[in-house]
């Protein structure tokens, strides 16, 4: 008898986020993903929307497990407010778990998560069926599809990614070798990520800031405070990079910046020696030209902080914008926080420091075109 597939969307279509998708086959349950979305303008006072799970609570004995494509809130971030009531093992790549972690902690949630780690391509066996990660490019480290073998063919779930075959970083490489093995057997279904499938043309290279900020770099002539939100770690690679190019040395503006970075040098080929990182003891004997500030943060959060920098009402003073200063901005902001954005970089501007603010025209986001 053939299998019986049911595929029941909790959310995440029609809209960007919020991705959550219940694989039903026969009688056992694999979710893949799990993620929130930000509200819009029409929903006022509500953090962040997450996806019905009644239906998983009901059926907690039949969950297999649940399957994280990365770690970015719309794909991971509403499993820790429901997991002790539907608790299964967590597949996901090392880095996921890691993220998944620390924003659970940031947000003082007790998850109590059952985590099985797993390479970004590799082929595991969960309740006597094959599942395979198929590693793909996107803005957060290691990030991969899924399909699940059936013996009508393959579910596959593609998770965000796009196309760029100019990237070496092993963290961000697309492994088509191994998603060519999928064509050795008959796929039943697609179901792929779509946030820009409604617009034309295509993601790379736009996706990259270095070309829009890479002469103030250059230059050397001022202080650089730069910032960006702390999931996006391909564009922390950037700017790491960048420094590296050009002998900049790179500060924490503060404690949450920096165990951040500590994540990010676990398991990023782009690497700093100690004397490429100012301390925060050293940082009025370096010069200003040579220094550049990494601010990041996480949606309303980091737009607060900029507000709070601009002002001078930053706890380290020591950080207060000048002329001397160019602040950039390649924070891209969601529809929701619009306003916030644009609110905080007026504020930086009236402190005379120079601005470059990178916008949605100039950088496009990792998502397929």
Known sequence: MSDIIKILPLSGLDEKGRDCYVVEINNDIFVLDCGTVSPDKTIPGVDFLLPNAQYLIQNKSRIKGYFITHGHDENMAALKYFYKDAPAPI????????????????YGVNAGFHFYEVQPSCEITVANRKILFFQTTHNCCYSSGIAIDTDRGYIVYTGDFIVDYSLKNPEYVFDFKFLSTLANKETLIVLAES??????GYCSPKHKITSHVEKY????????????????????????????TYHKKLYFYNEYTKKIMDIF????????????VVSSENLLRVKNSDVVVLMLGHGEELYEEMKLIAT????DKRLSLTPDDVFINVALPLPALETLATRSIDMIYRSGCEVVWVNKKQVVSMHAC
């Not at 946030?195 to 034309?200: E, I, N, R």
């Not at 250059?218 to 790491?240: D, G, H």
């Open 217 to 244: 770099f250059k230059e050397a002539n001022k202080r650089i405070f730069i910032n960006s939100f702390w999931q996006n770690f391909f564009r922390i690679s950037e700017i790491v990079s960048l420094c590296k």
């Open 312 to 315: 001078g009402e930053n706890t």
């Open 195 to 200: 946030k820009k499938a409604g617009t034309p």
């Open 91 to 106: 597949f996901c790549s090392k880095a996921t778990r890691m993220i998944m972690e620390k924003q659970a902690e940031t």
């Open 265 to 276: 040098f676990k398991f990023s080929t782009i690497q700093l020696r100690p004397d490429e």
